[in-house]
């Protein structure tokens, strides 16, 4: 299993983040995620269920993900992404209100 997954599909991105992502993937994860977003306006669904850590860095990449991507949001949440957000003191950029 890879530590993430892009998939594009006609209506939406979707990027799983599988195991750990950590520092050292947070350049391969930056420049995929600009990738995907470099096509035409779709919803950036993300799916953090089987997130098992998760550190700066990469929590820095998906932030960015947040405001590059219209509607994006959580296809499916994780204890470890909600603990890495209060731990930074980040609100949920993936929440809808």
């Known amino acids: 299993m890879t530590p993430f997954e892009i998939n594009p599909t006609p209506d939406a991105i979707h ?7 950590i520092n ?8 995929a995620l600009v990738a ?8 950036l669904l993300v799916d953090v269920a089987p ?11 998906m932030m960015a993900a947040a405001r ?14 909600t603990a890495a ?6 609100t949920d950029p993936y929440a809808q209100p």
């Open 36 to 43: 995907a977003l470099a096509a035409p306006a779709r919803p």
């Open 24 to 31: 050292e993937l947070a350049c391969a994860l930056h420049a």
């Open 68 to 81: 590059a991507a219209p509607r994006a949001q959580l296809s499916a949440a994780s204890p470890v992404w």
């Open 51 to 61: 997130l098992t850590r998760i550190d700066a860095a990469a929590l820095q990449v």
């Open 85 to 90: 957000l209060l731990r930074h003191g980040i």
């Open 15 to 21: 990027l799983r983040l599988n195991g750990e992502v």
